[in-house]
C-alpha cells in the first residue's frame, strides 16, 4: 500500500506561480513512476506531468515550458512548480504513483487539491 498526501494548491491570479508537493509513504520502494493529473469540472482527467525513478520527465504539450515536475527521493516527495497560470489551468489536481510489485502493477491516488486560477 501507498499513501499520497498533496499539498499547495490554492487561488492564484492568471500569470502567477504554484508549487505543489505530493508525498508518498508506505511501501514507498515499490513506486517506479509518479506523477500529476488534473481534472476540470465536467471534463475527463488529464495527464499534466510525470518522472520516473530514474529521473526521466514527460509533460502534456498544454503545460511544457510552464510547469515543472521534480523529486526529492530522501522525501519521498515530488513537485509541480506551475509558473505562468491561465484560467485553463484551473483544476483539482491529483498526485499518482505507480508501483510495481512482482509481476503486479498498481496506481495509487492522492486527495487531489484545488488550484484556481482567476483571470
Known amino acids: 500500500q501507498v499513501q499520497l498526501v498533496e499539498s499547495g494548491g490554492g487561488l492564484v491570479q492568471t500569470g502567477g506561480s504554484l508549487r505543489l508537493a505530493c508525498a508518498a509513504s508506505g511501501n514507498v520502494s515499490s513506486i517506479y513512476a509518479m506523477g500529476w493529473y488534473r481534472q476540470a469540472p465536467g471534463k475527463q482527467r488529464d495527464f499534466v506531468a510525470r518522472?520516473?525513478?530514474?529521473?526521466?520527465?514527460r509533460y502534456a504539450d498544454s503545460v511544457k515550458g510552464r510547469f515543472t515536475i521534480s523529486r526529492d527521493n530522501a522525501k519521498n516527495t515530488v513537485y509541480l512548480q506551475m509558473n505562468s497560470l491561465k484560467p485553463q489551468d484551473t483544476a483539482v489536481y491529483s498526485c499518482n504513483a505507480e508501483t510495481e510489485l512482482g509481476p503486479s502493477e498498481y496506481d495509487y491516488w492522492g486527495q487531489g487539491t484545488q488550484v484556481t486560477v482567476s483571470s
Open positions: 518522472v520516473s525513478t530514474d529521473g526521466y520527465t
